[in-house]
């Protein structure tokens, strides 16, 4: 099942530089998609969703992009903090339940 | 501020024993699943569920699995016959409904099969 994939499995960046994760689909029947972080023996925590209706949205220092016509969506980390190291899961959802994972680009932010 | 529990936070179990992680959902969720993750590898769905019934299960989810919810609030993965390779991170999710594409996870269960 390789409907959501990220190419990338690591990621360094340093301290309050921009972090860039990428994610692409096939699926063009998602209707949301999301971004997950997560710590080493925890479960994912939301970070941010955006609708497939929408090509932006923003919170704080994490903003997603949608590009429909390429299926490929980004979260942008300004600036990145050394606690925003983690694994990054972009996930999407389709219809009212279906949810599916990418694989985690590991992003390390070097003080 | 409402979360999603599951117990136990280890299990270790033979090979060919049944075993049952447990979750409970956030309570007015309608929607939960059970993902996995073996270690350094991705996160994969197993199944889904809604309104006391499977919505859908991925090709991981064989014979081998079930999930129940028996009284309303918990919500179980029981594994009839472990093998070594059942060995991962199991996770517990849930959502609150359609239009609200957020899932909330439990921090899992770490299942080690020797």
């Known amino acids: 099942d390789q409907q959501v994939k990220q190419n990338s499995p690591s990621l360094s960046v340093q301290e309050g530089r921009i972090s860039i994760l990428n994610c692409d689909y096939t699926?063009?029947?998602?209707?949301?998609f999301l971004w997950y972080k997560k710590y080493p023996a925890e479960g994912p925590t939301f970070l941010i969703s955006i609708s497939s209706i929408k090509d932006k949205n923003e919170d704080g220092r994490f903003t997603v992009f949608l590009n429909k016509s390429a299926k490929h969506l980004s979260l942008h980390i300004v600036p990145s903090q050394p606690g925003d190291s983690a694994v990054y899961f972009c996930?999407?959802?389709?219809?009212?339940?279906?949810?599916?994972f990418g694989a985690g680009t590991r992003l390390t932010v070097k003080p | 501020e409402p979360e999603v529990t599951q117990t136990p936070s280890h299990q270790v179990t033979q090979m060919g024993q049944e075993v049952i992680l447990r979750c409970v959902p956030i309570?007015?969720?309608?929607?939960f699943y059970w993902y996995r993750q073996i270690l350094g590898q991705k996160v994969e769905f197993l199944v889904s569920?809604?309104?006391?019934?499977?919505?859908?299960k991925s090709e991981i989810f064989d014979d081998q699995f079930s999930v129940e919810r028996p009284d309303g609030s918990n919500f179980t993965l029981k594994i009839r016959s472990t093998k070594l390779e059942d060995s991962a991170m199991y996770f517990c999710a849930s959502r609150l409904g359609q239009g609200e594409a957020e899932a909330f996870f439990g921090q899992g269960t770490r299942l080690t099969v020797v």
């Open positions: 699926n063009s029947m998602f209707d949301y």
């Open positions: 996930a999407a959802v389709e219809g009212v339940v279906d949810m599916r």
């Open positions: 309570s007015n969720h309608l929607y």
């Open positions: 569920f809604y309104n006391n019934e499977i919505s859908e």
